[in-house]
């Protein structure tokens, strides 16, 4: 296990409110795998992240500052940002809500789905449905996410 890794870098821009930083190390000299690395990050030591170093193209690995991270550091593209790095080796779990076990085990193609799903697409699911501030909304969205579970599609 690697020590935690403590850096600054600039959030870079994509094309939502999101931003990504570089991380300038060798990810299979640190961990042994060349891409898609489990980590905690603490950005600028009070917001966590659980994520993954993934390599997209650049000369760098990168880390994605999802766009409610972004929010809650009140920060945006071009500003500096502490990090501390953490490798995560706990298996990655993302429960579904209680309330929607029942509909989408009732589809046996709803339930493949889900249980194909990687645990940031279940989350994204899980988050939307936690969101409903209304009792009818979040039965709504419970249906809706069945029926696009039952189609194989994610939640974007």
């Not at 170093?53 to 409610?68: E, Q, Y």
């Not at 080796?89 to 339930?111: F, G, H, K, M, Y």
């Not at 697409?121 to 029926?147: F, H, L, N, Q």
Request: charged share 25%.
């Amino acid at each position: 296990m690697t020590d935690p890794i403590r850096y600054r870098a600039t959030l870079q821009p994509t094309q939502s409110a999101a931003c990504y930083v570089d991380f300038p190390y060798d990810l299979k000299a640190l961990y042994g795998k060349g891409n898609l690395v489990p980590v905690h990050v603490l950005w600028d030591d009070r917001v966590a992240y659980q994520g993954t170093i993934a390599k997209m193209g650049g000369p760098h690995p990168m880390i994605l500052c999802r766009t409610d991270v972004v929010t809650a550091l009140g920060k945006a593209a071009g500003d500096e940002v502490g990090l501390v790095v953490t490798h995560d080796t706990a298996p990655r779990v993302v429960a579904l809500c209680e309330d929607a076990v029942a509909p989408v085990a009732a589809s046996a193609a709803a339930q493949a789905t889900w249980d194909a799903l990687s645990p940031s697409c279940r989350r994204a699911y899980v988050d939307w449905i936690e969101g409903a501030k209304r009792a009818e909304t979040r039965a709504s969205r419970i249906a809706e996410m069945v029926a696009l579970l039952g189609e194989g599609k994610k939640r974007r």
